[in-house]
Each structure stands twice: as C-alpha cells, then as structure tokens.
C-alpha cells in the first residue's frame, strides 16, 4: 500500500541553525501539509501546497518556514534559524485531487529537537 | 483554540465490548470530519470519514456518527480488540472540491482495550 514517508525520523540540532525535513508523498497525490505536534499538545496545521504554491498557511508558519517541492518526488520544509520552541515531531501529509482532498494520509514524522 | 474538543483523555474497555469515543466541535462551518488512530512514534492513521451530508459511515468494525445540530460526532469500534489500543484524534475541515485544506484537531483520546 502507498505510503508517505518522511526522513529523517529523529533530527537534534542547535538553536539558530538551519534544518531541512523531507517528505516524499504518495505517487498520485497532488496536495501537501506539513503539521506539527509539540509533546503534550494538538497536532496543528502548519502549511498546505499544491500546484508549486502555498495554499493556506497558518500563524505559526512565519517567515523562519518554508516549503518546496524541489523535484517530481519529494516536499521539503525548511526552519532557517530554529528555537527551542520548534522541537515537535513534524508530520507530512499528502491527500489525492477533487472530491477526496480531505482525507490525508501521514507520514511518520520526524522528531526535531532544538538545544 | 478549542474549535474540536474531546473530552475524554482515555478509556478503557474489555475486549469484544463496544468502545465509544466522543468529540465536539464549535465552528458550524465545518463540514467534513476524520477520525485518525496513532500509535506511539508512527503518524496519524486514517480510519473513517463523514460528511456532514450523512448522519452515519460505517467500515468494517467502525461507525462514526455525526449530530451537526449538537456538533458532536462519535466513533463506534465493536468489537474493540486488543490491537485498537492506540490514541484516537478527531479532525475537522471545510469541504471544497480540489483544494487544499488543514485539519483541525482535537486533543486525542488514549483507548485500552483490555484482553
């Protein structure tokens, strides 16, 4: 069964750096989110993609975040200078076009942590 | 954010039995709504959807049921098995044909389904 898969699963990295999480999505879908889950808490929306653009983003996705789908396969989100608060683990997901759009299917996730 | 609450942290029942997990919303607008299972350190599983078109969908050993004059929707698992144990999100979203568009979550629902 197509999945979506996501790497790498668990990623530490210092406070200011840069990081890049990667999502491959399943085959035929043309949609993608990120969302994000903090320990604890809901998972949040953070952002969707689809036709090479950003469709809705929400208030958490700032100007530190970005998103690409650098090629036919792969999504990427982008954190430019990460804070302790961005350690989450961090879902992708991908849902197919027209009427079942709404049904999203995750990755993984990758488990930032921030120091 | 409380757009999608559910209430109940865990629940416990015994196998064979009927497991009941409730959830609520407060944003009319929504109209379309998943259910999703997570194990520990994997994403969110699909299971069910609804519509708000329909009081009722049923797959296999899940039912959910929407009361949109009550905003309140509910998945039924019977019979629960051992294997059901896992934490239960409730997601909303508005309907819209060939667009992208975020979940919104509730909090989850930890189910022990005891043998």
């Known amino acids: 069964e197509p999945e979506v898969t996501q790497t790498p699963s668990h990623q530490v990295t210092q406070m200011g750096q840069e990081v890049i999480l990667r999502c491959v999505p399943i085959?035929?879908?043309?949609?993608f989110y990120w969302y994000r889950q903090i320990l604890g808490q809901k998972v949040e929306f953070l952002v969707s993609?689809?036709?090479?653009?950003?469709?809705?983003k929400s208030e958490i996705f700032d100007d530190q975040f970005s998103v690409e789908r650098p090629d036919g396969s792969n999504f990427t989100l982008k954190i430019r200078s990460t804070k302790l608060e961005d350690s989450a683990m961090y879902f992708c997901?991908?849902?197919?076009?027209?009427?079942?759009?709404?049904?999203?299917?995750f990755g993984p996730g990758t488990r930032l942590l921030v120091l | 954010d409380q757009q999608v609450k559910q209430n109940s942290p865990s629940l416990s029942v015994q196998e064979g039995r009927i497991s009941i997990l409730n959830c609520d919303y407060t944003?009319?607008?929504?109209?379309?709504f998943l259910w999703y299972k997570k194990y520990p350190a994997e994403g969110p599983t699909f299971l069910i959807s609804?519509?708000?078109?329909?009081d009722k969908n049923e797959d296999g050993r899940f039912t959910v049921f929407l009361n949109k004059s009550a905003k309140h929707l509910s998945l039924h698992i019977v019979p629960s098995q051992p294997g059901d144990s896992a934490v239960y999100f409730c997601?909303?979203?508005?309907?819209?044909?060939?667009?992208?568009?975020?979940?919104?979550f509730g909090s989850g629902t930890q189910l022990t389904v005891l043998p």
């Open positions: 997901a991908s849902s197919e076009g027209g009427l079942l759009a709404e049904t999203q299917y």
């Open positions: 085959s035929n879908h043309l949609y």
């Open positions: 993609f689809y036709n090479n653009e950003i469709s809705e």
């Open positions: 944003n009319s607008m929504f109209d379309y």
């Open positions: 609804i519509s708000s078109i329909k």
């Open positions: 997601a909303a979203t508005l309907f819209s044909s060939g667009s992208a568009r975020q979940l919104t």
